[in-house]
Each structure stands twice: as C-alpha cells, then as structure tokens.
C-alpha cells in the first residue's frame, strides 16, 4: 500500500506540486468502493491515492521492463 504521507490531504498540502481544478463524470458506485478499499476521507483523497496508485505501478512495471531477462529468479520453497 503507499504511504498515507504521499498523499495530497489537508494536514499534508505540500504533497503535490501543482493543482488544478477538474469538473469530472465520474460513476459513484465505482468512487464509492475506491474511496472504502483505499480508506479515504473525501471524493478529492480518493482520486489523488488512486491515480498515485496507477503512476507507481507505471514506474514499478517500467523498472522490470528494463530488468527484461537480466535477472535470475531462485526457488526459495519447494
């Protein structure tokens, strides 16, 4: 799980650099059920862990793409 101090909130403005006012559609069953899996207080926390969540995957899944075939996996359980 990322840390909660990535996290753009009230007692940690400074988290993000540059904000910008946004009007989105956005279904609120699916903004609803993000905001309990990821704890959240409010819509605004909800989409900023979710879409922080969405660019740490990218850089985890870009740092094994240049990995490609220059690791070797050992078996620790048998």
Do not use: C, W
Not at 41 to 52: F, G, V
């Amino acid at each position: 799980m990322i840390p909660a101090s990535m996290y753009m909130t009230e007692e940690n403005p400074m988290a993000t650099t540059t904000m910008r006012h946004k009007h989105v559609r956005i279904d609120q069953a699916k903004l609803d059920r993000a905001k309990k899996v990821l704890d959240a207080k409010t819509d605004t926390e909800t989409l900023d862990r979710a879409l922080s969540f969405v660019v740490e995957e990218d850089e985890i899944n870009a740092s094994l793409r240049r990995l490609k075939g220059k690791l070797r996996l050992a078996k620790v359980f048998r």
